[in-house]
């Protein structure tokens, strides 16, 4: 990457803005690049550079003063909601937002726990790489039981943007034929234990109308050629993704869609510029550009284009948009529907269970395998629904052999304890239900109505519940959990349903805030992303998911995205945008 | 009941490694340098009661534990992860590694459990002995935990306890270099996920993970 990659001020007026550099953002950059059109990605946070800045890459958990874990003072003072994430850890807090600075409220007696990545590259470095395909029951299931507005797109739309990102991205898994889990453009899948083939033949022998696959993760199993001139290079199985991987062999922004879209010579990158909001003119119903307060020093510019992608992540894309109030939209720009901000939702991983599969006492494994298997959704569709409540979940685990951090609750004192505490244990498999949330108005995020945060932006005020249909599809996860379990023979079965305790936003999949949608009058987007009300202006990330699925969502913020650069490019050039 | 044996035992454990200079050391803080040499020459049955018959102080400087509750902790680490083929709690300095980790990464209820529990087996050391926890024989350190761990005597919140506070003397061992590398089999770069090794009953787990 040049130096001259990052900008401050500029009067240029660019072809694109592009806000936000995270998985979406990074693949708006590189497409716009790629077409030959002038981009500036436009980034809150710090450069983070591929490789230069994991630095704690390698160092295992003896190097850190208290093994991994984070002081008390500094989680309290910094971090109290982004510790609630499971990769939280002193060996990857610096990729974490800090609380204090990022301050947003909720409605009393709600929570809402929201994962921030403010730097170059965003979550991009943090995610957990599954990556699935929706497939045309998803797109169809608002439409099918009524629950939301129907997407404006089906699976065809979708399949050849899906098959690109996927070449490029590189994905492993296994092609299974399942109508509502389609096949992906697939690298080798990652392994399964022999516990997990077994279990899998169990399952699958009594429950015919479900599948125990290999989980499908943006790992480079075996890397092509695209891959290699991307300077990527086979995964490691060190399982220490969230650290940053110098061998690019995770997707992340760095690794991947920032090389290839700066190789181009069109990217420019202005870092430390927070959004505030839009720059619209009333004449030409236009955006021009976006008015930015800098991160650091907190004083103020402009930056201008043609267009303005939002890539700024679910919640904060439609703060953007409600922070732009024109003449025209007193309420947020693009807000003539009212829609806007409404209809949050993130995926319910609240119920599971876990138990021992006996024997395979000589089988164990090698390396830290980065991702677990899969029991894809079972009920798709109407037809198929339980009694009690609508849609349906998947079930994530994988099976590993105990180690020391279970087995140190064992009774023991002394030699043959410790000796113990060496050997691998009991084999135990896990099935965790990611269940689909609902779209509903009541559920929603808006503007503070007085407090602001240090750039004087208004705070996101947020009022976000688990209705009844997600409780009993809770219930009814924990109980199939425990009798797939059961019937593939496992012992020692534990359960766990803990959707009265946990808050939306934790499954870090939130979605829905400025749905896409074919009328104008309950969405915010055409079926490219586009804003009903203001045409070159489009929001490519989560923000524009008209329902959940139950699949992992940022494969699809990345084929929906490239779907809507190529449109867009088209409409420029076309003069219609 | 156990005469002077302890003693003995005692200085077994103290005299042949050179970070038990430390244990010394802070004997030698808490009851003066004549009292601990005393004790640890092996030759003053009632010295060593005297220092049994010490009641356990609140710590004066701040920090977590007393220095007598530190003696206790230290031998803790001893009884439950003794030298085997592979070092001690004690040499790969989870003594030090416990007060430092409730201090930095754990709530002050978890400390208190800690304090308790420390203070509850060297109580029972002096009451089922007659001698404080670090002075009794190992095989009767070992007898007294055991039976804190699943003996009906001892209450739930005392096993509960127990438990958080070996599982964190574990936790220190396992996450050092000594117990990821020596004890367990570390793969810092693993190269590649192979799903199915074969393993046998001398196969060791793997070490420890990225983080925790």
Known sequence: MTTDLYIHESDQVYDAIVVGSGITGGFAAKEFCERGMQTLMIERGRVVEHRKDYITEGKAPWEFENRTKVDNLLTEEKYAVQKKCYAFSDATKHFFGNDKDLPYSTEEGTGFDWIRANQLGGKSLLWHRQSYRFSDFDFSANKADGHGNDWPIRYKDLESWYSYVETFVGISGSDENLEQLPNSEFLPPLEMTAPEIHVKQKIEQHFPDRQLIMGRTAHLTKPTQLHLEQGRVTCQARSECHKGCSFGAYFSTQSSTLPAAAKTGNLSIAPNSVVHSLIYDEKTKRVKGVRVVDNDDLSTREYFAKVVFLCASTLGSAQIMLNTKTKSFPNGIANSSGVLGHYLMDHNFNAGAIGTVEGFEDEYYSGRRPGGILVPNFQYKPSLYKQGYVRGYGLAGGSHRENWPTNAHQPGIGADYKTKLTK?????????????????FDNYMALHPTKTDKWGIPLIHIDCTWSENEKLMMADAEQTAVDMLTKAGLIE?????????????????????????????DSVLNSFNQCHDVDNLFVTDGASFCSTAVQNPSLTFMAITVRAVDYCVKEMKARRI | MPTNSNITELEKKTCDEDNRRVFMKKMAALFGATTAAAVLSGCSV?????????????????????????TVLYSLCETILPKTDTPSGVEVGCHEFVPHQLQHCHTKQQQDDCIQIINTVDMQA?????????????????????????????????????????????????????GATQALNYQAVPGSFIGSIPANSDTKSWGSLAYY
């Not at chain 2, 089922?128 to 926890?133: Q, V």
């Open chain 1, 493 to 521: 079965i534990e359960s766990y349903n803990s959707v009265d305790t946990r808050n939306p936003g934790i499954a870090i999949h939130e979605v829905g805030t400025a749905r896409m949608g074919r009328d104008p009058k």
């Open chain 2, 126 to 178: 002096n009451n089922e002995f007659g001698k404080t926890f670090p002075l009794l024989q190992p095989q009767q350190q070992q007898q007294l935990l055991t039976k804190i761990e699943i003996d009906d005597k001892s209450s739930d919140i005392q096993k509960e306890q127990f438990s958080f506070l070996k599982a964190l003397i574990v936790f220190g061992y396992f996450t050092s270099e000594v």
């Open chain 2, 46 to 70: 009632p010295m060593a009661q005297q220092f049994a018959a010490q009641r356990p102080k609140p710590p004066q400087n701040g920090k977590l534990f007393s220095e007598h509750e530190l």
């Open chain 1, 424 to 440: 691998p244990g009991r084999w135990r498999m896990d099935l965790n239900a990611q269940g689909e949330m609902l779209p509903r």
